[in-house]
């Protein structure tokens, strides 16, 4: 098993806010992943992701790319759908360029649909991005879709493990969204018994801790801040164990405000439970 830490983006104590000078400041700290974060749009250029790539290439950085926000696989407007698909496409010809892997992604809003009607929907159009892709000789590069935090958002884990079954899309794993979503409770081994069926030769993971607010209906609650690890909520120790229990090859990028500090708090955790990286 390999264990692979990293900030999402830039981290804080790099001197230029480039993606190559984040991963030369990833490999200097002693971590080894970084999420290209495409959040507010995709702005690189295809040049700019083959040199990104053969950077983190050469440093052993993996790379993976997190697509705009601006996304809704779930929309009944077409053109809404339409959108969404091509910062898809386009977030993954850069992973492709930059031989990362995951292209992560929120899948959109349930809207008026239920979740059967929202799974159609997102099940459908993937299967349209996956020809574009196809088309456009993307090889490596794979959607990842993200468990969300709200409950209004399509993406629970059993959504998504139900999806990646049907499909072979990725799973983006996010514990401190599924903490939010389920109202401050996770049990980190039965989401990894929820994966089981799905046989992950290697996870990608988000972690930070996390604030939320009860669901104005129904049970559940919704994630309303992303905040340091330190706050244990949830509590990341016992999600290491779970993963040095298991033999589990992973990838956790963090979503702290604090992206690398907190990765090397990660990273301390793990050698304290004898892990050697």
């Known amino acids: 098993m390999k264990v692979r830490l990293g ?8 001197t230029k806010r480039s993606t190559v000078e984040g991963i030369r400041t990833v490999a200097q700290l002693g971590l080894n992943a970084m999420e290209v974060e495409f959040v507010r749009g995709v ?35 077409r053109k809404v759908a339409e959108a969404s698909k091509k ?16 292209v992560v992604v929120h899948p959109g809003y349930y809207g008026g649909l239920s979740s059967e009607q929202a799974y159609g929907l997102v099940k ?21 879709f993200e468990t969300t935090g709200k409950v209004s958002q399509f993406g629970s884990l059993e959504e998504l493990v139900s999806l990646a079954r049907e499909t072979g899309c990725l799973l983006c794993v996010d514990f401190a969204h599924i903490y939010a979503r389920q109202a401050g409770r996770i049990d980190y081994a039965e989401v ?20 939320w607010t009860p669901a104005k209906k129904g049970p559940g609650g919704n994630e309303k801040n992303h905040v340091e690890i330190k706050h244990g909520k949830p509590p990341f120790k016992p999600l ?8 589990i090859d992973v990838t956790i990028i963090s979503e702290s405000p604090i992206l690398e500090q907190d990765s090397l708090a990660m990273k301390k955790v793990f050698e304290e439970l004898g892990y050697r990286f």
Do not use: W
């Open 7 to 14: 900030p999402a983006g830039v981290p804080t104590v790099s």
């Open 43 to 77: 702005a690189m250029s295809l040049e700019g992701a083959e040199e990104a790539g053969r950077v983190a290439s050469q440093l052993d950085v993996r790379l993976s790319v997190h697509a705009p926000y601006f996304i809704n696989l779930c929309s009944k407007d």
């Open 87 to 102: 910062r898809i496409v386009e977030s993954a010809l850069r992973a492709e360029r930059m031989g990362a892997v995951e």
């Open 124 to 144: 459908q159009r993937y299967g349209e991005i996956l020809d574009e892709l196809k088309e456009k000789g993307v090889e490596r590069a794979r959607v990842a």
């Open 192 to 211: 990894f018994d929820k994966l089981k069926p799905l046989k992950p030769k290697h996870l990608h993971i988000h972690f930070s801790g996390i604030e």
């Open 240 to 247: 290491a164990e779970e993963i040095l229990k298991r033999k």
